[in-house]
């Protein structure tokens, strides 16, 4: 029987690489990213699975906070929406990490990388065909970087060629992104030989569990459903401002429709029932735009 249960879930994500129990599938896909000239060898996981993270159906941004023992402070996410200010939301994250390092009174040498990593379904940078980025503070023009500071990595899965016939012997981060994007494809011992690393097979007994244990199953069903529920109103919202533009001018409508997408991005973010794409449209691009800026601050004062 095919697995039929999707990696880039979150809360199968959550579970497979953020459960202490699966340590091993973390440090396993953490050195693929990283590629170190020192592994990543143990991470101790700040943020734990937990059922109560998936208690309703809303969707939020689900990440793996964890630390090394080298002092490296990790946050891992997987996204299955591209959005606006993503990328500087990545950063964002990375710095907040790099300065809740220093307590009172500590040392600024004292600070170890803050590392954010964004594991995509979607493309993030159309025009280029490079699966992963990273980047650093550096001055390029002579070759230099800030070492042990801020590092953002964008994996996006899907430009990665990947070839049943060859997966077996492929480099061990396109290994993982046939795991993500074709896992609920094949039946659990096809996939085993196919992907033979320990930390897989690890990983797909979990995800393999999930699809056995009925608790588990509706949970997946339940967010699975949240999961397409969202990216259909982010949808609607960009064809509605698409139908905004074409009644009042092609530039306002799709401002109104880009902001009616983020209010609701914001909304699912701080944990709050998402406005209706009727009332928000019933709003001036002016009103729409308050709305926006009073979110970004609400969302901005919870993380800091």
């Not at 379904?121 to 980025?133: P, Q, S």
Request: aromatic share 8%; charged share 25%; hydrophobic share 40%.
């Amino acid at each position: 029987m095919l697995l039929g249960i999707q990696p880039t879930v979150d809360f199968v994500f959550k579970k497979v690489f953020g459960s202490p129990e699966n340590i091993p599938v973390l440090i396993g896909l953490l050195n693929a990213i990283l590629k170190l000239a020192h592994p990543i060898v143990h991470v101790e996981i700040l943020n734990p699975f937990s059922y109560q993270e998936f208690a309703d159906e809303k969707l939020v941004v689900l990440d793996i906070r964890a630390r090394d023992s080298a002092g490296r402070w990790l946050n891992i996410e997987m996204q299955v929406t591209v959005f606006a200010g993503l990328l500087q939301r990545l950063v964002y994250y990375a710095c907040t990490m790099y300065v809740g390092q220093l307590d009172p009174g500590g040392n600024y040498k004292d600070l170890r990388s803050a590392i954010s990593i964004c594991l995509l379904n979607k493309k993030l940078f159309r025009e280029d065909t490079v699966a992963h980025h990273r980047f650093r503070l550096a001055d390029p023009e002579h070759s230099m970087e800030v070492s042990d500071s801020i590092e953002v990595h964008t994996v996006e899965l899907t430009k990665y060629n990947l070839q049943e016939q060859t997966i077996f012997s492929a480099p061990a981060i396109e290994q993982w992104a046939f795991f993500f994007l074709f896992a609920d494809r094949y039946e659990p011992e096809r996939l085993r030989g196919l992907l033979p690393g320990v930390e897989f097979q690890q990983a797909i007994s979990v995800v393999e569990a999930i699809a056995a244990k009925t608790e588990d199953r509706m949970m997946y069903d339940q967010r699975l459903k949240a999961q397409r529920d969202y990216q259909w109103g982010l949808d609607s919202a960009r064809e509605e401002g698409m139908e905004e533009g074409m009644e009042k001018g092609m530039e306002k409508g799709m401002e109104k429709g880009e902001a009616v997408g983020k209010i609701q991005i914001l909304q699912e973010l701080l944990g709050e029932q998402s406005s209706s794409i009727a009332s928000l449209r019933e709003q001036t691009v002016s009103e729409l735009s308050t709305m926006l800026v009073n979110l970004q601050q609400r969302l901005r004062s919870r993380e800091s």
